[in-house]
């Protein structure tokens, strides 16, 4: 991404009973110094302080609000608050008397509004300001200025209306009404009823039928028998396929490519689905800075529905450059370059690389070092297939090895279906490594191969759906001449509860297993099992599960299982907790024996942001090893899994 300004990258560790434990986030920080006063925060989000006001108000008046909601429910009290502008802006002054008149008003409008989707058609909202109603003031009202002008609002709910007669007409007549929550007795809340229509429109256009419109919506609240009469008419409109697919924004991107990469063909069946995942297909590449898809209005000659893919190319090159901090690993300087559109048909290029550990060693063999190249070619071979190709190396130091490592990797992944993905390949790689069995060297070759499906509905915060992979890599090891393999499989699960999800349980569970080898000695250490961390048990230090040999050694397994459970609680809009257990074991068998099982739990923290939760979880260990670490301090973005 463009890197103008750059911002700088910190990162803070944290050391407790020889537990080393990470706690860093690449975060845009901007301090705003107003009137001796300090905001803070992440990514354009204030978080805490008072933010330098972007716009003087002229003319301020300040005013101190009553929201009386007596005769409603909590529920609906709630709502209504929620709807208040003059609750939710209080604190802010408006500009003149009359712009306190019209934001009376608008909050009234509001909160009818409110009422109505609540199904509350008899109800009444009235509006006082310094006393009086807001509709017998003059067009120009003064107001004392002695003080904060009171402002009082008051709501009468009325009784809750339910749905009476219920008539679908034209292209709808015939479809069952309760299958869109219009059954006759159910709450009439005014988004029910708009909803519907909607729907019964999404319905028939996902048959196939581009043209499909609401042309009828009558709604008659009877306040005698507090019943609502609804009739909706809909006309469908002819089955139609995608016509002539256009592209319009292109400049250094081939259009062509455009087109083959969305996916959408002349004679395809119209979808409205399939173009919401076009776009998104396109988005994701990274290369324009926006995607739209265009409907014609009207079918053309052939009977078929023209499109028209309007894109708006970014910035193609990009480069990055960052620090951090640690008090176990010093200072860390990265960098980064890279290129989007390569060849002109969105190739990605990157070049990364990284130094850890300065101005704490002794000489250059103390340093970690990184760096790497990746090559992206999207639509390899076939519209639904991406090549990638990296070569990386590194230097690692961990508490249970030591390694310098080389690898390269060629991978084709084929998205099957718009939730399945398998992919295949083959690697190479060098490593010297310093472990519980002394120094020895590997060459590794493998055929990685994985299959994923994601039914998740959001990435970084799901609250439904599935997210599982399993994965094989049969493997040789050249230098020893071994033959050996790894399987892996994970599966994590998410479950709503209530309306708005205001509690969402999680659950991973996964497991791996390496065959083959006759000696753990045989394997690479980077190959082995290891377990703890932010990423597996939290509470134990980075890879601290391991079985361990007499000289109290870490040497990695060849068998794992492990288990998350999580409770994501919303107490507001934006802040979440969530108690969290963990469990992990890791053994020398060729499979899972439970032998060892260990178990961290603790409390997380979240902080809900446009592009995903804020995380902080603290953790502690249930079974602690002897000597092992007290407690874990996990942050970053978006939910643990």
Known sequence: MPCKPIAPKISTAFRRSGTALGLGLALALSPALAHQAFAFKIFGITLFGEDEATNEVIDPVRYDVTLDTDGADKDLADALERSSLLVQGEEAPVSGDLGLVIKARDDRDRLIATLYENARYAGVVRVLVDGRDIDNLPPNPTFPRSGQIPVTVRVDPGPAFTLGKVTLEGDAAGIDPGAYDLAPGNPAGSLVILKAGGRIVDDLKAEGRPLAELTRRDVVADHETNTVDVVLAVDAGPVAPIGEVTVKGARKVDAEFIRRYSRLREGQPYSPEQ?????????????????????????????????????????????????????????????????????????????????????????????????????????????????????????????????????????????????DKVSGGVSLSYDDIDDAFGNNNYLTFGLPITYARDTRDNKLNPTEGLNATLSAIPSYEILGETFFSSFEGSVSGYYGIGAEDRIVLAARVSAGVLVGAGDLEALPATRRFFAGGGGSVRGYAYQEISPYNAAGDATGGRAYALGSFEARIAVTDKIGIVPFLDIGSVTAANYPDFSDMRMGAGLGLRYQTPFGPLRLDVAMPLDRYEGGSTYGIYAGIGQSF
């Open 275 to 419: 173009l919401k995942k076009a776009a998104e297909r396109l988005r994701a590449l990274g290369v324009f800075s926006s995607v739209t898809i265009n409907e014609a209005d009207t079918l053309s000659a052939d009977g078929d529905l023209p499109l028209g893919i309007v894109v708006a190319e970014g910035k193609q090159r990009y480069f990055g450059i960052g620090a951090s901090v640690s008090s176990i690993d010093g200072l860390g300087l990265e960098g980064y370059w890279g290129h989007r559109n390569l060849f002109g048909r969105a190739e990605s290029l990157r070049l990364e690389g990284k130094v850890g550990g300065l101005g704490d060693f002794s000489s250059v063999q103390d340093l970690d070092y990184s760096a790497g190249v990746t090559f992206i070619k999207p639509g390899a071979f076939f519209p639904s297939a991406t090549l990638e190709a990296s070569i990386k190396g590194a230097t690692l130091t961990t508490e249970s090895y030591d390694a310098a490592s080389v690898i390269g990797k060629v991978a084709l992944a084929y998205e099957i279906t718009d939730y």
